[in-house]
């Protein structure tokens, strides 16, 4: 859902004329630094709409503290020159006449009377660094004078460009933007969310951490491996312990939990439930602020709507449903990019969903929990004896217990399998990976492995391919034997697995001056295995393929198959699959 | 609503009246809907069956497997049905796709058997079916639908937003469970339905069954199920195929179908409703002239969209001219965070190559020579063969390659190349040459280009006059913290100091 306000708590992310991007906890009663372009106090931001660019207003001497204004949308468009700015768009001609039509002809006019304008060249232009006439020292007395929001800055600046009436008109449109984006005071406040988290991650921030995920190929990490929201289901399967329809999840996340928000943002589970309806204040569109404050405490974390106490007595609550399952390679999981969202995995505040929703268990538990101290059972000791002891050993004790408990209850229900979707990004060897953890899958599970380069998913597919299916089927190693150098993984579990890879270009749509950006953010481009979990058939099918004599001969249902035939027709439809 | 829907919520194993889609090989799919009579009254034996190219499948054989399951095909009697078919005059056209028509035109079963056949009786509880007989060969996979599948083997009725568009598409407008969505331009359905899946949070009437699993009281469900599909489409027959597929995918507490020229009449919702309006938080326009749309969709007081918080839209266009016209009319009604993106996506083969002389005569290799020496040897062995022809010598030429060295004989090609299919059933095919990848054969490489924007709420100066006096500018104080969720530790250090006494507090927390 989106967040209605900027709200105390959360992280907003600001967008900087410079296009970098900063990233700030609000917290009422504190100044926000935003580098160059100065500082402002939280509670200008803070119960203000997203989305909107502010500009920071200077304090004048003996004026009330400094505040920020919204730039109103007309004003931020106001150098772009649109084809028909005055027109108002439900009254063009032409358009109403062809409303069923298909297409309804544009009448574009790149080229339009100003021709003057569009004819001038930079033929006559000397590059000079005299041109500009004001110094250094003059334009940084002016920033220090630190009046205005930069504007009138960028309006003398602009003035005293002695060769500015010989620039064409894009190129006048240039320096004007390269100077707005050095001297203009503004920012924009956006929500911080997982699409947003990714691409800073990925542009600004460190790609490596996140594995170079892009935002275009975690969305499609995110359709394949179709996780989404499942209600509990309300007939209960006691047969199928792990029961199908319950939406778990299986995961191996080495992006330090970018993974685990993105799904954990399509189960609806990754910010905390009743952020905005249990907010103090109303929020009725006109009248957002109903409710009184009591004096200046009305923010302070003494009474945070969400984190009430509970009275609940249970040792630990872990969901049945819409849960996240993940396997990590270190004694702990690294999920340190979940706290902008408000998430310590370390120290799960109650109050968070994830702190249900979301399992961690290690690659030693999964595999060998006898050899893992955390799944020994800690001494059992008479509740007589604990009474005896002082309350810091005794709670010591509780703790240690609660902590087997639940680690015991993570791995035997991980062990059971009969998850609805693998999602793997990780840089761990791919096909051990899968054999272990494909097994744990439901039937038409889905699969999804992501890679920063092709190479890990050209061998995981090629380990999944139909020859080696056809010669798994023909010859299959002992169950025990597996993983055999031939076949790291059983190649009939999964189905039709594809690699695809998906980039996303951004353009710059001006009046005249559309084209794709110049540049971009190189690297990784990101790769993307999928396929679905099937069950064989016991005791081997044979393929068909599409033989006109065959489909001649089954018109009378005929008993008189002969073995040379059927091998034909094996073969037929097996290179009919490699060629697909 | 009597069954969740397959896509959202798939039952443990493939049950009747659901559609499920059979596999057969990589992008053939097929999907049927499975029923423990013969629906279509196409006469077979063993009821309802699908008929693909890979073999026959009655449904039951496939209802009660558990999905993903491989299913063997089974032995339909085709021949005798179809005389019966001719008898009623179209047999022979329905015989080809049994299955998809059902879907294709959307009416409902009952309305099908208006061509009831002779020998075979219309109900289907006196008619006894014949059990199915397991053929040889053929397989297939029962897979239960999901959007990606289902974008795969959906009939077309307009050009398809395809998965990769669909996924960024709905990551960027920020479709989260809730989320209330305004699709126009609902064409073959392919975004509907992954759109569907994306703001699900629950069906309608789940909210009183819900509230009995402590498991999910965490989540924002019960009251507050919000998450919906508003869609619209100019075009009658259209809007009427949708409705009834998202009636028969169980998905009609999500989605709305609704016709309507959105140019014209906007997005308001027919009649008097208690629900005056849609209250979107996500917009998508596929639409050949989004600009003409957009002015339905400003802050007024009845517009569709929410006026609490942030509108995120997309306009999906396959024209440049588009786009600019689009663009142009958001920065004229204030739309910001404008981002015009393009999407190139494709699949990658994966293979091995096998390049070299031992591979000559077999089929999808490269029987030229791999290596120098493979080149040199096979040149020595045409100049030995030229030289020994020349010279008349009928056996000992220099080329040992060309004779059986066992014996000395000369070999013929026919016995070479029989010699190479021989000693292919002893080698591992799948481990050699070279494993290469390379883009799918057919790209698509300009799906339509997407443009971006966001409109946030309404914010007028009484607003910011209401929210400055209610928070005013505190004297700054850094060391004051915010309101974050506290840790269970905190929470229970807050509690020993409230309470004074440790113990009490110990106690009931375990």
Redesign the interface.
């Known amino acids: 859902?989106?967040?209605?306000l900027v709200?105390?708590?959360v992280h907003v992310v600001l967008r900087l004329p410079s296009g970098s991007h900063s990233v700030h906890?609000?917290?009422?009663?504190?100044?926000i630094s935003v580098g160059k372009y100065g500082s402002f106090?939280s509670?200008?931001l803070?119960?203000?709409?997203?989305?909107?660019?502010y500009e920071i207003i200077d304090q004048v001497d003996g004026s009330?503290?400094s505040?920020l204004r919204?730039v109103?949308?007309?004003e931020?468009?106001a150098d772009?020159k649109?084809?028909?700015?005055s027109k108002?768009?439900?009254l063009e001609e032409g358009?109403?006449a062809d409303?069923?039509?298909?297409?309804?002809p544009?009448q574009?006019e790149i080229v339009d009377q100003k021709g003057e304008v569009l004819l001038r060249t930079n033929r006559d232009i000397v590059d000079d660094a005299r041109s500009q006439t004001m110094t250094m020292e003059e334009i940084e007395m002016l920033k220090a004078e630190g009046k205005g929001s930069g504007r009138d800055l960028i309006a003398k600046i602009l003035d005293s460009h002695s060769a500015l009436d010989q620039k064409t008109a894009f190129a006048l449109a240039k320096y004007t933007l390269r100077k707005t984006k050095k001297y203009l005071r503004r920012f924009?406040v956006l929500p911080m969310?997982v699409?947003l988290l990714t691409r800073w991650m990925m542009t600004e921030k460190d790609a490596l951490k996140t594995m170079e995920l892009r935002?275009?190929t975690?969305?499609?990490v995110?359709?394949?491996s179709?996780v989404?929201?499942?209600?509990?289901?309300?007939e209960e399967?006691p047969k199928?312990p792990g029961?199908?329809?319950q939406g778990r999840w299986l995961m191996v996340d080495e992006t330090g939990g970018l993974l685990v928000a993105a799904a954990a943002?399509?189960?609806?589970?990754l910010h905390?439930?009743?952020e905005q309806?249990n907010r103090p204040?109303a929020?009725h569109?006109?009248?957002?602020?109903d409710v009184?404050?009591t004096g200046?405490m009305q923010?302070?974390?003494e009474n945070?709507?969400?984190?009430q106490?509970k009275s609940n007595?249970r040792?630990f609550?872990?969901?049945?449903?819409?849960t996240i399952t993940i396997v990590h390679a270190n004694s702990q999981p690294n999920l340190s990019l979940l706290r902008y969202f408000?998430?310590?995995a370390a120290?799960?505040?109650?109050?968070?969903?994830l702190s249900?929703?979301l399992r961690t268990l290690s690659w030693l538990q999964l595999l060998h929990p006898e050899d893992d101290n955390a799944c020994t059972e800690p001494e059992n000791i008479a509740p007589e004896v604990i009474q005896t002891w002082k309350?810091g050993k005794?709670?010591n004790h509780?703790r240690k217990r609660r902590r087997w408990e639940r680690t015991v209850a993570v791995v035997s229900d991980t062990r059971l399998g009969n998850f609805d979707g693998l999602v793997v990004v990780s840089s761990l060897s791919l096909p051990p990976v899968l054999h272990h953890l494909v097994p744990l899958l439901?039937?038409?599970?889905?699969v999804v492995v992501y890679s920063p380069s092709?190479e890990p998913l050209?061998?995981l597919?090629?380990f999944y391919?139909t020859?080696?299916r056809v010669?798994y089927l023909n010859d299959p190693p002992a169950p025990e034997a597996m993983p055999t150098v031939?076949f790291p993984v059983n190649p009939t579990l999964l189905?039709?697995p594809?690699?695809?890879?998906?980039?996303?270009?951004?353009?710059q749509?001006l009046?005249g001056r559309?084209h794709?950006l110049m540049t971009g953010k190189g690297g990784s481009e990101g790769?993307v295995f999928t396929a679905?979990?099937?069950?064989?058939?016991e005791g081997g099918?044979?393929?068909?393929g599409?033989s006109k004599k065959r489909k001649d001969k089954?018109?009378?249902?005929g008993r008189d198959?002969s073995e040379s035939r059927?091998e034909k027709?094996?073969k037929a439809?097996d290179?009919?699959?490699?060629?697909? | 609503m009597s069954t969740?829907s397959p896509f959202?919520?798939?039952?443990?194993a493939a049950c009747p009246d659901a559609l499920a889609i059979l596999?057969l090989?990589?992008?053939l799919l097929t999907p049927t809907v499975l029923r423990t009579y013969d629906d279509e009254q196409l006469g077979y034996a063993e009821g309802k069956v699908t008929t693909t190219?890979?073999?026959n499948y009655p449904h039951s054989t496939l209802i009660a497997q558990?999905?993903?399951?491989?299913?063997?095909?089974s032995?339909v009697?085709?021949?005798t049905r179809g005389r019966v078919g001719l008898h009623l005059g179209s047999g022979k056209k329905r015989k080809r796709e049994p299955s998809s028509r059902n879907q294709r035109d959307g009416s409902p079963p009952v309305e099908r058997s208006i061509e009831p056949g002779p020998e075979h009786t219309t109900s289907p509880e006196l008619k006894s079916t014949k059990p199915p007989?397991p053929?040889?060969?053929?397989?297939c996979?029962?897979?239960?639908p999901?959007?990606?599948i289902w974008t795969a083997s959906l009939p077309h009725r307009t050009q398809v937003v395809y998965?990769?568009d669909?996924?960024?598409i709905?990551?960027?407008l920020?479709v989260?469970?809730?989320?209330t969505l305004i699709e126009a331009g609902a064409g073959s359905g392919s975004f509907t339905h992954?759109a569907a899946?994306?703001v699900?949070?629950?069906?309608p009437k789940?909210a009183a069954?819900?509230s009995h699993?402590?498991?999910?009281q965490?989540?924002?469900?019960a009251p507050?199920r919000?998450g919906r599909v508003w869609s619209f489409d100019?075009h009658e027959q259209r809007v009427q195929k949708l409705a009834a597929e998202i009636q028969e995918h169980g998905l009609e507490g999500i989605v709305t179908a609704t016709h309507r020229?959105v140019?014209?009449d906007g997005f308001a919702l027919d009649g008097p409703s208690s629900n005056p309006t849609i209250n979107a938080?996500a917009v998508f326009l596929d639409l050949?002239?989004p600009?003409?749309a957009?002015?339905h969709l400003t802050r007024h007081p009845l517009s569709p969209l929410?006026?609490?918080?942030?509108v995120?839209l997309c306009t999906f266009s396959p024209c440049?001219?588009?786009?600019?016209?689009t663009?142009?009319?958001l920065?004229?009604?204030?739309?910001?965070?404008?981002?015009?993106?393009?999407?190139?996506?494709?699949?990658?083969e994966?293979?091995?190559e096998r390049v070299g002389l031992q591979e000559e005569g077999l089929?999808?290799v490269n029987a030229s020579p791999a290596t120098l020496e493979e080149a040199l040897g096979r040149l020595r062995e045409v100049e030995g063969r030229d030289r020994s022809y020349h010279h008349g010598m009928t056996s000992q030429t220099q080329g040992e390659d060309l004779a059986d060295e066992a014996t000395g004989e000369y070999v013929s090609k026919q016995q070479r190349l029989q010699h190479i299919r021989d000693a292919q059933a002893d080698r591992?095919?799948?481990?050699e040459g070279r494993?290469v990848?390379r883009s799918e054969p057919e790209l698509k490489t300009h799906t339509s280009?997407l443009?971006f924007a966001?409109l946030?709420?309404?914010?007028t100066d009484?607003?910011?006059r209401?929210?400055?006096?209610?928070?005013?500018?505190?004297?700054?104080?850094?060391s004051?913290?915010?309101?974050?969720?506290?840790?269970?530790?905190q929470?229970k250090r807050e509690?020993k100091e409230q309470a004074g006494s440790?113990?009490d507090v110990?106690m009931?927390d375990?």
């Not at chain 1, 906890?25 to 100044?31: C, G, R, S, V």
């Not at chain 2, 959202?8 to 443990?12: D, V």
């Open positions: 859902m989106q967040p209605e709200w105390p708590g906890e609000i917290k009422p009663n504190t100044t106090q509670n200008f803070i119960g203000r709409p997203y989305h909107y660019t009330p503290p505040g919204i109103p949308p007309a931020l468009y772009i649109d084809e028909e700015p108002p768009v439900d358009e109403q409303i069923n039509g298909k297409e309804v544009a574009f924009t969310d699409p935002e275009e975690l969305a499609l995110g359709s394949w179709n989404h929201f499942m209600p509990s289901q309300l399967h199928q029961n199908i329809g943002e399509r189960l609806g589970i905390p439930p009743n309806e204040l929020t569109p006109n009248r957002p602020f009184q404050p200046d923010l302070t974390p945070p709507p969400d984190s106490p007595k040792r609550s872990i969901a049945k449903s819409n408000n998430f310590d120290n799960p505040a109650p109050s968070h969903p249900h929703h309350s005794r709670s509780y439901h039937g038409a599970a889905q092709i050209v061998e597919a090629d391919s020859q080696r010669a031939d189905l039709a594809t690699v695809q890879t998906i980039s996303c270009r951004p353009w749509v009046p559309t794709p790769y679905t979990r099937v069950l064989p058939a099918v044979e393929a068909r599409i089954l018109e009378d249902v198959e059927r027709v094996v439809k290179e009919e699959i490699m060629d697909s | 969740p959202l919520q798939p039952s443990s596999h090989k990589r992008d190219r890979y073999g558990p999905w993903g399951s491989q299913i063997r095909a032995l009697d085709t021949g007989i053929a040889p060969t053929g397989f996979h029962i897979l239960p999901t959007p990606e998965t990769p669909y996924s960024y709905l990551q960027r920020r989260t469970p809730g989320t992954a899946r994306a699900f949070d629950g069906y789940d069954t819900l699993d402590q498991s999910t965490e989540l924002p469900t507050l919000t100019f020229d140019y014209q938080s050949p002239a600009w003409m957009l002015r929410n006026p609490l918080v942030s995120h440049i001219e588009q786009v600019q016209r663009v142009s009319a920065r004229s009604l204030g739309w910001l965070e404008i981002e015009m993106v393009e999407l190139s996506s494709h699949r990658i994966v293979r091995r089929r999808g591992k095919l799948y481990n494993l990848h280009y443009v966001i946030p709420r309404a914010w009484d607003d910011e209401k929210a400055h006096e209610w928070l005013g500018a505190a004297p700054v104080k850094e004051n913290g915010a309101i974050v969720p506290k840790s269970k530790r929470m509690a440790s113990k110990e009931d375990e």
